[in-house]
T-cell receptor, first 116, second 115 residues
Framework: AQKITQTQPGMFVQEKEAVTLDCTYD???????LFWYKQPSSGEMIFLIY??????QNATEGRYSLNFQKARKSANLVISASQLGDSAMYFC?????????????FGQGTELSVKP | GEEVAQTPKHLVRGEGQKAKLYCAPI?????VFWYQQVLKNEFKFLIS????????ETGMPKERFSAKCLPNSPCSLEIQATKLEDSAVYFC?????????????FGEGSWLTVV
């Protein structure tokens, strides 16, 4: 069963507008972390934001915020005031505390294109 | 160091040749992970280490792939007798033990092309 699902293969957004990238997850582990990474065309993996399963508040990092809805098992990434440099692949990932070695499990990715 | 360092950045091998990739994790990180990414889509987990011990090798094609993390040496991922389908970007990542806020940091990846 897919543990991390990103249902949007591609998204477009106008420069300076906000965009939401969807991510749902499935786990029975009460302790887990959710991550978003950005992968530009150059290929490196850039950590954006982290949300712990016990965190009471939604995580924010600059223009990035994570809309964490635990009951719905969703962890959507919101990018405010999009910039051309935000065009990239975005991956949602989960790390379960009980999972041997705490490896990350990735979603399929969403390709974001920011239009000028 | 403050970043995960992977070498080489690019590697071209003829089918059947050996390929060896290296990774120096961030200083103080006890967990190392190897992932394979084909065509910028799916990340396939290969293997993880806790210090020099294999922690999880459920993703490794064991007949041709091997990996080590020895003390005072970079970690390595070796592919014997490469095949065309091994062409991919291989990412190494490191972290502290799983727990609140323990981000997994990635290296820039090693691009392997098998011709």
């Amino acid at each position: 069963a897919q543990k991390i699902t990103q249902t949007q293969p591609g998204m477009f957004v106008q420069e300076k507008e906000a965009v939401t990238l969807d991510c749902t997850y499935d786990t029975s582990d009460p302790s887990y972390g959710l991550f978003w990474y950005k992968q530009p065309s150059s290929g490196e993996m850039i950590f954006l934001i982290y949300q712990g399963s016990y965190d009471q508040q939604n995580a924010t990092e600059g223009r990035y915020s994570l809309n964490f809805q635990k009951a719905r098992k969703s962890a959507n990434l919101v990018i405010s005031a999009s910039q051309l440099g935000d065009s990239a692949m975005y991956f949602c990932a989960m790390r379960e505390r009980s999972n041997q070695g705490g490896k990350l499990i990735f979603g399929q990715g969403t390709e974001l294109s920011v239009k000028p | 160091g403050e970043e995960v360092a992977q070498t080489p950045k690019h590697l071209v091998r003829g089918e059947g040749q050996k390929a060896k990739l290296y990774c120096a994790p961030i200083k103080g990180h006890s967990y190392v992970f190897w992932y394979q990414q084909v065509l910028k889509n799916e990340f396939k987990f290969l293997i993880s280490f806790q210090n020099e011990n294999v922690f999880d090798e459920t993703g490794m094609p064991k007949e041709r792939f091997s990996a080590k993390c020895l003390p005072n040496s970079p970690c390595s991922l070796e592919i014997q007798a490469t095949k065309l389908e091994d062409s991919a970007v291989y990412f190494c990542a490191s972290s502290q033990p799983p727990g609140a806020g323990n981000t997994i940091y990635f290296g820039e990846g090693s691009w392997l092309t098998v011709v």
